[in-house]
């Protein structure tokens, strides 16, 4: 079955940066696409971006450009979400997401927090 | 951007009721509309694609309709599971927004 397993919770300091990673299987990784969507403490869902694989083509929030970057690596089903300049606001549980070209999210990934504090 | 307003923000029910959430966008996205539920401390789950095709595995309880700017999740016969936030996302156009959320309460 579809599983995305993401990487283990982070505590970062201000103006560092962070990267977590998303390991797809039970299907075609370059077939689909990859979101990142984030949620701060007690708040809703924010869409961060979203890569197509096959492509290498990344599309992101415009709050987000400049700062986040979305790569995949077709040789080993793996989504990677980076996002620089860290700030306290940016304190969420970050989640990764599967979709298709022309279909939203089917599937997601369990989430991880990235805790922003000095 | 396009944005996504829900309403209401939060509702109570009943077990066995019939509840219906709405989903407004701020400009015509065709039926690309999609929407997920989520529990506590959990990911969410999607329910509803294309405003309302079933996702895999999804009960029929689940319903969606609209197209346009003007959309509806409706689930039947609530069960003690089905308490939770429900979120709606456009795919139309970046960025692909959610709405502010519903969150459905046990009365």
């Known amino acids: 079955q579809v599983q995305l397993v993401q990487s283990g919770a982070e505590v970062k300091k201000p103006g560092s940066s962070v990267k977590v990673s998303c390991k797809a299987s039970g299907g075609t990784f370059s077939s689909y696409t990859i979101s990142w969507v984030r949620q701060a403490p007690g708040q809703g869902l924010e869409w961060m971006g979203r890569?197509?694989?096959?492509?290498?083509?990344?599309n992101y929030a415009q709050k987000f450009q400049g700062r986040v970057t979305i790569t995949a690596d077709k040789s080993t089903s793996t989504a990677y979400m980076e996002l620089s300049s860290l700030r306290s606001e940016d304190t969420a549980v970050y989640y990764c997401?599967?979709?298709?070209?022309?279909?939203?999210?089917?599937?997601w990934g369990q989430g991880t927090l990235v805790t922003v504090s000095s | 951007d396009i944005q996504m307003t829900q309403s209401p923000s939060s509702l109570s029910a009943s077990v066995g009721d019939r509840v219906t959430i709405t989903c407004r966008a701020s400009?015509?996205?065709?039926?690309?509309l999609a929407w997920f539920q989520q529990k506590p401390g959990k990911a969410p789950k999607s329910l509803i694609y294309?405003?309302?095709s079933l996702q895999s595995g999804v009960p029929s309880k689940f319903s969606g309709s609209g197209s346009g700017t003007d959309f509806t999740l409706t689930i039947s016969s609530l069960q003690p599971e089905d308490f939770a936030t429900y979120y709606c996302?456009?795919?139309?156009?970046?960025?692909?927004?959610f709405g502010q959320g519903t969150k459905l309460e046990i009365k």
């Open positions: 294309a405003a309302s």
């Open positions: 997401a599967r979709g298709q070209v022309n279909r939203p999210i089917d599937y």
């Open positions: 996302q456009q795919y139309n156009s970046y960025p692909h927004t």
């Open positions: 400009q015509g996205i065709s039926n690309y």
């Open positions: 890569i197509i694989p096959i492509l290498g083509i990344a």
